[in-house]
């Protein structure tokens, strides 16, 4: 199975201040069709997931601009350019290119505030 | 408005199976593309993906749990079935459904819609 692995794992942020997560594939996610299934979570405390990226750079609706996506191949970033309180939480990278045989997650991202 | 729910047991003991309900609307597992994966994740720790069906009734289980695990539908219901036999300690864990898609040509599966999650625990 592809493995996804995310750093760092914990993230103290100043408010207002911008994040960077970033996510390794140990295998490129681009799919025959061009395509790179490659998205993007956030898991505030106590709730479930929530998508905020897909294939790599498109944000869901209702996600703050704030959000963007980026990267290639085996390589790609989650930016926030300016976190605020209500970011706080876990966040995963996902593939679903190499499906099947599996759907994989990193290990997470946990932002705080410093 | 998609929403998805699941219902089973929050505790099982040792050995025994674990049956859960995803039951959805908004959506219909009969349009082609759509599927109902299951994901869970340990208290504290990292999300995991466990299996996927699709419109076609086709079935996708992990690699390292598919011995154990078997995901059936009932379209007329909105509901997908989970079952993982031999249940040990380490799969207590809060347990998702998710509404997912696939494109027209059965791959890059995209998961958008998660349900609030189920905790189940494992003790005897």
């Known amino acids: 199975d592809v493995v996804m692995t995310q750093s760092p794992l914990s993230l103290p942020v100043t408010l207002g201040q911008p994040a960077s997560i970033s996510c390794r594939s140990s295998q490129s996610l681009v799919y025959s069709d061009g395509n790179t299934y490659l998205n993007w979570f956030q898991q505030r405390p106590g709730q479930s997931p929530r998508r905020l990226i897909y294939k790599v750079s498109n944000r869901d609706s209702g996600v703050p601009d704030r959000f963007s996506g980026s990267g290639s191949g085996t390589d790609f970033t989650l930016k926030i350019s300016r976190v605020e309180a209500e970011d706080v939480g876990v966040y995963y990278c996902m593939q679903g290119t190499h499906w099947p045989p599996s759907i994989t997650f990193g290990q997470g991202t946990r932002l705080e505030i410093k | 408005q998609v929403t998805l729910r699941e219902s089973g047991p929050a505790l099982v003991k040792p050995t025994q199976t674990l049956t859960l309900t995803c039951t959805f609307s908004g959506f219909s597992l009969s349009t082609s593309g759509m599927c109902v994966s299951w994901i869970r994740q340990p208290p504290g720790k990292a999300l995991e993906w466990l299996a996927l069906?699709?419109?076609?009734?086709?079935?996708?289980?992990s690699t390292s749990l598919k011995t154990r695990l078997t995901i059936s539908k009932d379209t007329s219901k909105n509901q997908v079935v989970l079952t993982m036999t031999n249940m040990d300690p380490v799969d207590t864990a809060t347990y998702y459904c998710a509404r997912t898609r696939i494109t027209i040509f059965g791959v890059g599966p995209d998961i958008d819609y998660w349900g609030q999650g189920t905790l189940v625990t494992v003790s005897s």
């Open positions: 069906i699709d419109w076609d009734d086709d079935k996708y289980y």
